[in-house]
């Protein structure tokens, strides 16, 4: 049996605010183990943005129990967590979310200043962290001078340099074309296999869900049992 | 900290205009404090020097214009530990011309036998101070005035009176240096008492005398006695060190002390609002990197010495530079001829004491005027923050 890396029980997030009361995400059970890479799917609102923030504790939920890679959550304060998500998970946003004053190089460093490391060990990961994404000649380009598909694999090799456990990623080809998006997938596909790194990734589209090992979907706040989908799933 | 200075400096240099902008409000601003500062301290807190600490002034108490009678001399004189006493004569006057401003250098009578006794540090050659000893219309003048107005040994200065009405016609005779730089002009009051004319009451006033005493331990007790001796008298006196006689002297209108404060207060409240909002301006626009930043694992203590970071560079720099600004201004104020008037003026300097303060004034308004938005922005939730579109 494979080490389980996510596991959450009766999971619910509720947003309040003034008179909206939004259930989110509604006693969500999911188990994720090492080296699965698991597509998370369903239509805009159903929740999926939100669980993968609660995953990388990003946002703490209403009620429910969320373990992630063996340390439940709820019992961290800001500090804590920080460095928690600074050690163990890499995050790619849809919006690529570089700094635009930063270099390539110098944004994939900035998760490595946390760490011990010297600057010059820090230069050495995140100059291979960016031939690994096949950016090795664009290490001091600013964001502006890359192409969104090399933007995002930027941020991919931000996401790594920290050889994170878990590595979550929210729609990240929903701004691309087709061929850079088929670029990050393959990316994502290979740090799956050959890296053996587990990843959780939000999408729309279901070409980019073959890539993953599994996919679940979610419903109006609900995670719809393994297997099943939507009604009206094309 | 230090690992994010790089980050911080590029931050700095995001928006160029804008912290060009606001570097040169601290600048000029902290220029500003540092002069207040170099003001305050040449006049409130400069040591006197060894001989200065000896002497003391008496005065009418009501105000420096109101005449004392000369007969008060022998009185003090008895005093234990006065070493001697000399007369000192404010004359005001016209030099030449009233339109330029060098003519206004301060002109005073003394008295020649005692004048280089009272004033010890003041360099001159023996035979010029014989002359002056001698020459019944003498006047000596510092080296300083000399230069300035281009004065030589044998010179006809020619004084109308204002406040006498008399017309002083005096040679130099001699030029002494001294370590005030001061420009300044004394000459022989028995000059001035003969030519007021044997019948004139004001021949036997005096505006006031110079003490000196023995031991500087003696200065506050020796101004205690001459004040009692004169307290019931119809010319009650007022006694002081010269150093807080020159001080009352340059502040009789209003509180000069009070004044700085409130400039300074003002000044420093005016650069705390102006880089508190620029501040958190350029912290609104970063919000969303703010999130990106705790997404990576950033704590809220390491987004807050980043934020505070970057204020702080950009007040020290501009402090840096104001402190320069000042020290250029202060050198100008040094020479010019506000110290005729205030002695405190000619050693006026950004000292390293001054210039420490002034840094770390700007370190302070740097610190504060950030404090709020980088707390907020500390605190903002990560989700919050990357949905700002800022
Ligand atoms: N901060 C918030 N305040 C209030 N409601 C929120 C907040 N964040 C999310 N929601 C609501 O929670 C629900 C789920 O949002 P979520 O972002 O998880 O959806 P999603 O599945 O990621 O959708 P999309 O595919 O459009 O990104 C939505 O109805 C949304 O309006
Ligand atoms: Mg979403």
């Given at each position: 049996m494979a080490e389980t890396v996510i596991e959450t029980h009766q999971l619910t997030k509720e947003f309040v605010r003034d008179a909206f009361h939004v259930v989110a995400l509604k006693e969500v059970d999911i188990t994720v183990v090492r080296g699965e890479f698991v597509a998370l799917m369903g239509p805009s609102g159903s929740g999926k943005s939100t669980l993968l923030h609660l995953i990388a504790a990003m946002d703490r939920p209403t009620s429910g129990e969320i373990l992630v890679l063996g340390q439940?959550?709820?019992?961290?304060?800001d500090r804590a967590i920080a460095k928690w998500r600074n050690a163990h998970i890499g995050f790619i946003f849809q919006s690529f979310n570089l700094i635009p004053v930063l270099s390539a190089i110098e944004n994939v460093e900035l998760p490595l200043k946390?760490?011990?490391?010297s600057k010059k060990e820090r230069l050495e990961h995140a100059t291979t962290a960016l031939q690994l994404v096949g950016l090795g000649d664009r290490l001091h380009h600013l964001p502006r001078q890359l192409s969104g598909g090399q933007e995002q694999r930027v941020a991919i090799a931000r996401a790594i340099v920290t050889d994170p456990d878990l590595v979550l990623a929210d729609?990240?080809?929903?701004?691309?074309d087709a061929g850079s998006a088929q670029e990050v997938l393959t990316l994502l596909s290979r740090l799956n296999k050959e890296f053996a790194k587990t990843i959780v990734m939000v999408t729309h589209d279901p070409h980019a869900a073959h890539f993953a090992t599994k996919a679940r979907h979610l419903e109006k706040a609900e995670l719809l049992p393994e297997g099943q989908v939507p009604a009206d799933w094309k | 900290m230090f690992r994010y200075f790089p980050f911080i400096l590029k931050n700095t240099l995001r928006n160029r205009r804008r912290s060009i902008l606001t570097i040169s409000s601290i600048a000029v601003s902290l220029c500003i404090l540092g002069v207040l500062m170099a003001l305050y301290q040449a006049m409130f807190f400069g040591e006197p020097t060894p001989a200065q600490a000896l002497r003391l002034i008496t005065r009418h108490r009501v105000s420096l214009t109101q005449p004392i009678p000369i007969s008060y001399r022998e009185k003090i004189q008895r005093i234990p530990g006065v070493r001697g006493v000399m007369a000192w004569q404010w004359f005001g006057g016209v030099y030449k011309d009233r339109r330029d401003p060098n003519n206004f250098f301060p002109r005073f009578g003394a008295e020649p036998e005692f004048f280089f006794q009272v004033y010890p540090e003041f360099q001159i050659p023996d035979d010029e101070k014989q002359a002056f000893q001698h020459e019944r219309t003498g006047a000596v003048i510092s080296r300083t005035l000399a230069d300035q107005m281009h004065f030589k040994l044998g010179d006809r200065i020619t004084l109308v009176g204002d406040i006498f009405p008399v017309t002083l016609d005096l040679k130099l005779v001699g030029i002494f240096d001294e370590p005030s730089h001061a420009a300044i002009l004394y000459f022989n009051r028995a000059y001035l008492r003969d030519a007021l004319g044997a019948n004139n009451p004001r021949q036997n006033e005096v505006g006031a005398f110079l003490i000196q005493a023995?031991?500087?331990?003696?200065v506050p007790r020796i101004a205690d006695t001459v004040d009692r001796q004169f307290d019931n008298s119809p010319f009650p006196t007022r006694t002081e060190s010269e150093k807080a006689f020159q001080l009352s002297f340059a502040a009789f209108v209003g509180n000069l002390k009070l004044f700085i404060m409130a400039i300074f207060g003002a000044v420093t409240f005016t650069v705390l609002l102006v880089s508190g909002n620029t501040i958190s301006m350029s912290v609104r626009e970063r919000i969303r990197e703010v999130g990106i930043l705790k997404t990576l694992g950033f704590t809220p203590g390491a987004i807050l010495s980043i934020i505070l970071g970057e204020s702080v560079f950009i007040s020290i720099v501009g402090g840096a530079l104001g402190c320069l600004l000042a020290s250029g201004i202060c050198g100008v104020m040094r020479k010019g001829p506000g110290g005729n008037f205030m002695a405190a003026l000619r050693t006026l300097e950004i000292s390293p004491a001054v210039a420490v303060l002034c840094i770390a004034t700007a370190l302070l308004i740097g610190l504060i005027s950030s404090s709020l938005p980088a707390w907020s922005a500390s605190r903002t939730s990560i989700l919050d923050s990357l949905r700002s579109t800022g």
């Open positions: 439940n959550l709820r019992s961290l304060n946390l760490t011990n490391l729609e990240p080809t929903g701004n691309l | 023995v031991n500087a331990d003696d």
